[in-house]
């Protein structure tokens, strides 16, 4: 519906930004899984999908075929950095596919540190460690400069 064409805009407005921020392949992708792992949590929060499950799960549902497309079409080149798809094992849609599942999996099982989730999907996108925690990245990289509401809990 309105709500989830709603979402899918954000979505790409946030993906665009990144894009247009990082024009290194690798620091692209780096963005982008950070952006996928943080967005449903800075977003509407996990507490969603207790509330209206159904709703929160059908959302889910009807916006992974436009997140697939857009997470494709602004990655582009940095998602042939992946190895499954430097390799040939993979297409740039189905290593989309793979980060946009994973991280709506920490909306439906949270991870307590989603660090944790960070790390799971870099580990699969080929990225070395970094060198310092993109963790401590400001919050308007993923969120217009809104907290989280895993971070707002935190503070509280």
């Not at 307590?112 to 919050?139: F, K, M, N, Q, Y």
Request: glycine share 8%; proline share 6%; aromatic share 6%.
């Amino acid at each position: 519906g309105a709500m989830a064409a709603a979402a899918v805009e954000e979505f790409d407005s946030g993906l665009q930004t990144l894009a247009g921020i990082h024009r290194d392949p690798s620091e692209r992708l780096e963005a982008a899984l950070y952006y996928l792992v943080t967005y449903i949590d800075a977003t509407m929060g996990a507490g969603a999908i207790r509330v209206d499950a159904p709703f929160a799960l059908q959302g889910l549902a009807d916006s992974l075929p436009p997140h697939i497309e857009s997470l494709t079409n602004v990655l582009g080149d940095a998602l042939d950095t992946v190895p499954a798809v430097s390799t040939g094992g993979a297409s740039r849609q189905q290593a989309a596919e793979l980060f946009l599942r994973v991280a709506y999996s920490q909306y439906l099982v949270p991870d307590p540190a989603p660090e944790h989730v960070l790390a799971l999907v870099r580990a699969i996108a080929g990225l070395d460690l970094p060198t310092s925690s993109i963790w401590s990245r400001p919050a308007d990289l993923c969120s217009g400069g809104e907290e989280s509401t895993r971070d707002r809990d935190r503070h509280s």
